[in-house]
């Protein structure tokens, strides 16, 4: 399986096709953003817009919020 770099700009990490984060990254997101972000519906593509929008602004893995 291939692997792709994390897009937190601050991990050096790799993650799998299909994840949104690598497993560092993502055991640090919130409880509730990543509830947030395994919910399969008509907003899951908003939401992880909302995710990378927010790693592209230099926010950390810790302080995401998810609210849609």
């Known amino acids: 399986m291939s692997s792709f770099p994390c897009p937190a700009p ?3 990490s790799t993650r ?3 994840q949104y984060l690598c497993w ?3 055991d640090a997101l919130p409880a509730p953003a990543r509830r947030a972000l ?3 519906d008509d907003l ?3 939401r ?3 995710l990378h929008r927010q790693l592209t602004a230099g926010t950390l893995p810790h302080e995401i ?3 849609l």
């Open 10 to 12: 601050a991990c050096e």
């Open 65 to 67: 919020e998810i609210r």
């Open 48 to 50: 992880l817009r909302v």
């Open 38 to 40: 395994g919910i399969r």
């Open 44 to 46: 899951a593509m908003a």
């Open 16 to 18: 799998k096709a299909g």
């Open 24 to 26: 560092d990254c993502w």
